[in-house]
């Protein structure tokens, strides 16, 4: 299974960003996804998750700015990321929880892309 992450990029503050990450490979099924983010010298941390029946979870900093949303039929997770600030700069990492078979989940990361927000 893999998770390849799209739509990171320099942004101005204020603007916005919408994220993109497919699974692909041998899936039965996705459950839990989310959007984790590292910014240089700290420690990797939850933005938002999104489980299977679509209940959501986001970290009080980004509440009110990012929304989180899946297409269980793309096997794709989306963070729409508006009113960015300097302080969301960071790697943004797409997790997933997968089943491969009806017995068997692990958990998967993708390679992390770049957001920077500065003008």
């Known amino acids: 299974v893999q998770l390849v992450e799209s739509g990171g990029g320099l942004v101005q503050p204020g603007g916005s960003l919408r994220l993109s990450c497919t699974a692909s490979g041998n899936i039965f099924k996705i459950n839990d996804m989310g959007w984790y983010r590292q910014a240089p010298g700290k420690q990797r941390e939850l933005v938002a998750a999104?489980?299977?029946?679509?209940?959501?979870n986001y970290a009080d900093s980004v509440k009110g700015r990012f929304t989180i949303s899946r297409d269980n039929a793309k096997s794709t997770v989306y963070l729409q990321m508006n009113s960015l600030e300097p302080e969301d700069t960071a790697v943004y990492y797409c997790n997933a929880d997968v089943q491969t078979s009806p017995n068997y989940e692990l958990n998967y990361w993708g390679q992390g892309t770049q957001v920077t927000v500065a003008s």
């Open positions: 999104i489980t299977s029946d679509r209940r959501l």
